[in-house]
């Protein structure tokens, strides 16, 4: 069960609140039991509200994943705690990949369920080079629709903020405000493209997200840098769900 | 108006900032040149800088912080190139506060500002940030036509900041609601910066007073150290008041860094490290009397005791007004030292009164080594007794010494 759209009508933040509480429902019916519950995520803050509210409720064990052999070690010892928790890195490893693929029964022979925390960009990975654990997952919870800053709830109301950040974008001073605008319009059009479905609005997204990114590159500003960059992804994952033949 | 009589000096000697620009010419001294206000530079730097720069400010209590942002603001508006924008925790409930209220109180009062200033919005900037509050505050459109039926032009901005001051339900919605949307508060505040800059042709800075009176220290704690990084985010310049006791904090340096620099104002002592009179600092002391009233209606010995006996700007005045009712009572049109000293003994047992034999124990020692430091980090003593003002720090030029507040010496001596 995939719950949650990869866009499409998944950026109510109340819904993500939702789907936080369905996955603590899930993991209440999952104590005692090997299971693999996936998180997709992409925002940090969401990533931290969400370990925190497991936290609150269950005794976890949260574990950032550096190395396959963490997550063997865990699944074959770890006793003491009701859910484990593993974060996997932004870059995921071939040792990471294959911890995942080739000892994928663990997850279910352990007395606790899994959450495995990952992006949008890992999720990727995992489907192309750990597919058997793909196909070994439980649920999947898309909690990625919350780093889209804005909320919309009509074409209207992303019509009049695009209107506004372009009449901003044409009288700011502040480069780094620039930036900020460039990227908040990418995400505008991102989510227009989610009510429209119209390539064109994922493809002018993805011209602001790039000269956000130039922009913040000459500037050195790194936090910008990574907002613009990690938007892009969304965008060419989006772009590669459109296309899939692009990337055989 | 300088005072000719004892009934206008009480009138005088009020123990709030200076504010409007008649006060300052009537009653404003300058500083002695060796402990000088920061101001000046403040203002050379936002003048010379392109980007939004963010300071921190910091002073002990009463000290004269919130007349010098007032004089600062006075100087920025009499400069064709700069709006400041003055923002005071007063205006919520200062026992309850997270940065999330301040940054709502921060967005109204930059609309506010505009409005009284005449400067237009772009309609779609002030909807959308019109919208947002609607949203996260849960405010209902029958509330705001009920508040503005009341009168007195209470719109929806006017009554969620009445609302974030007395409903701590309204904090609460506010609060969870932000929880996951602060980026997008923060994003709105700056398009209202963009957008008012632009129309007024003139750089915002952001005067964020009595953030250092945060009441707990809990709270002071995570305004500052845990979201100090939402406060650099704001686009535009921005002096922000900051808790003198977190300045003694092993993280303040941390803290310090995220900002572009911070700036101390030093109280003024009327005497040298060695306890004999400095003259400049009593000449100021002395300046402060004389601009708010003729000296014939002090006492040379009672102006002498108070100044010596104070050593702090607020506390000075606070003792001069009162010394004024003293006198008043007593039918007599001039303070005597007996008058002062009545005052100063009721301020004295104030103080005495909450004083444990550990604290007796630390101002002693720093009324001998004029050196004040806490055994340990976990050792909140000297901070606390800097905090309550107990103890007082003194800089002239770069000499750094601590004193016992000059009012408890007869105490610490007794002892």
């Given at each position: 069960?995939v ?5 499409a ?31 997709i ?13 497991i936290?609150?409720r ?9 190395r396959?052999?963490?997550i063997?070690?865990?699944?074959k010892?770890?006793?003491?705690f ?8 932004d870059?995921?490893?071939?040792d990471?990949?294959?911890a ?5 029964e663990l997850f ?6 899994s959450?495995v ?22 649920s999947v ?16 109301e ?5 209107d506004m ?16 605008l460039?990227i908040?319009?990418?995400d505008?059009?991102?989510?227009k ?13 993805e ?9 913040a ?6 936090v910008?840098i ?16 459109l ?6 | 108006?300088?005072a000719?009589d004892l009934?206008q000096a009480f009138?005088n000697?009020?123990?709030?900032p200076?504010?409007?620009?008649e ?7 300058e500083?002695?040149?060796q ?5 000046e530079?403040?203002?050379?730097r ?11 400010f910091?002073?002990?209590r009463?000290c004269?912080?919130?007349?010098e942002?007032y ?5 920025l508006?009499n ?9 005071s ?10 940065i999330r209220?301040?940054?709502?109180l921060l967005g ?12 237009r919005?772009?309609?779609s ?7 947002f509050l ?7 459109e029958?509330?705001?036509k009920?508040?503005?039926s ?12 009445a609302k ?19 980026t ?6 700056n398009?209202l ?6 129309e ?9 007073d009595?953030l250092d ?26 002096i922000?008041?900051?808790?003198i006791?977190?300045g003694?904090?092993?993280r303040?340096?941390h ?13 003024v002592?009327?005497?040298k ?11 100021f ?6 601009r ?10 009672a102006l ?6 104070t ?10 007004r009162?010394s004024c ?13 007996e008058?002062?000293?009545?005052a ?18 630390v ?5 001998e080594?004029?050196d ?7 050792d909140?003593i000297?901070r606390?007794?800097?905090f ?8 002239v ?16 001596r007794?002892?």
């Amino acid at each position: 069960m995939v719950r949650g759209q990869p866009v499409a009508n998944s950026s109510s933040e109340g819904r993500i609140v939702e789907e936080i509480e369905a996955l603590i429902d899930e993991l209440e019916l999952l104590k005692g039991e090997g299971s693999v519950v996936l998180v997709i995520v992409n925002s940090r803050d969401v990533k931290e509200k969400l370990i925190n509210k497991i936290v609150e409720r269950f005794n976890a064990n949260v574990v950032e994943v550096k190395r396959g052999q963490e997550i063997i070690d865990m699944l074959k010892k770890g006793e003491n705690f009701e859910v484990l928790i593993l974060i996997l890195p932004d870059e995921l490893t071939e040792d990471i990949l294959n911890a995942l693929n080739n000892y994928r029964e663990l997850f279910y022979r352990c007395g606790f369920p899994s959450v495995v925390i990952c992006n949008l960009d890992t999720l990727n990975k995992i489907i192309n080079y750990a597919p058997d654990f793909w196909r070994y997952r439980g649920s999947v919870y898309d909690l990625t629709a919350v780093i889209l800053p804005m909320k919309f709830s009509s074409l209207e109301e992303v019509g009049r903020f695009i209107d506004m950040c372009n009449y901003l974008l044409s009288i700011v001073k502040n480069d780094n405000e620039r930036v900020r605008l460039l990227i908040e319009l990418a995400d505008a059009y991102v989510h227009k493209f989610a009510m429209t479905a119209d390539e064109n609005d994922l493809k002018v997204a993805e011209d602001f997200a790039e000269k956000a990114l130039k922009i913040a590159e000459e500037l050195k500003n790194e936090v910008l840098i990574k907002e613009a960059k990690d938007l892009l992804k969304i965008i060419r994952t989006y772009n590669s769900y459109l296309s899939p033949e692009a990337d055989r | 108006m300088r005072a000719h009589d004892l009934v206008q000096a009480f009138k005088n000697f009020k123990v709030e900032p200076l504010k409007s620009e008649e006060e300052f010419k009537e009653f404003y001294v300058e500083r002695p040149e060796q402990t000088p206000s920061p101001i000046e530079e403040i203002l050379e730097r936002l003048k010379l800088s392109d980007n939004p720069e963010k300071y921190l400010f910091l002073g002990f209590r009463g000290c004269g912080k919130s007349t010098e942002l007032y004089r600062l603001k006075i100087e920025l508006e009499n400069l064709k190139e700069f709006l400041p924008v003055m923002v005071s925790i007063y205006e919520l409930d200062v026992n309850d506060i997270d940065i999330r209220d301040f940054l709502v109180l921060l967005g109204i009062k930059l609309i506010q500002t505009a409005k009284e200033k005449g400067i237009r919005i772009d309609a779609s900037v002030e909807e959308d940030f019109r919208d947002f509050l609607t949203n996260v505050s849960h405010v209902r459109e029958e509330e705001i036509k009920t508040a503005s039926s009341i009168g007195g032009g209470v719109d929806l901005f006017g009554l969620i900041k009445a609302k974030l001051g007395l409903e701590a339900t309204t904090r609460e919605t506010i609060r969870k609601e932000l929880t996951l949307k602060i980026t997008e508060l923060i994003s709105r505040i700056n398009n209202l910066i963009i957008e008012i800059e632009y129309e007024s042709k003139k750089m915002i800075v952001i005067i964020a007073d009595d953030l250092d009176k945060l009441t707990r220290f809990v709270q002071a704690e995570d305004f500052f150290y845990k979201n100090h990084r939402l406060l650099t985010q704001i686009s535009a310049h921005a002096i922000y008041t900051f808790p003198i006791s977190l300045g003694f904090d092993v993280r303040f340096p941390h803290v310090a860094n995220a900002f572009d620099d911070y700036f101390t104002i030093p109280q003024v002592p009327p005497f040298k490290k060695d306890g004999n009179i400095w003259n400049e600092g009593f000449k100021f002391y002395e300046n402060v009397v004389a601009r708010r009233m003729d000296l014939n209606l002090i006492g040379e010995d009672a102006l002498k005791k108070a100044i010596m006996s104070t050593g702090k700007l607020s506390e000075f005045i606070s003792i001069v007004r009162e010394s004024c009712i003293y006198a008043h009572r007593r039918r007599d049109s001039k303070i005597r030292v007996e008058d002062v000293r009545k005052a100063l003994d009721k301020l004295r047992t104030f103080y005495s009164r909450t004083l444990t034999e550990e604290h007796m124990e630390v101002l002693r020692s720093v009324h001998e080594t004029k050196d004040a430091r806490d055994r340990g980090v976990e050792d909140r003593i000297v901070r606390d007794l800097l905090f309550s003002l107990m103890l007082v720090e003194y800089k002239v030029d770069e000499e750094l010494w601590y004193e016992v507040n000059p009012l408890l010496i007869p105490v610490v001596r007794e002892e």
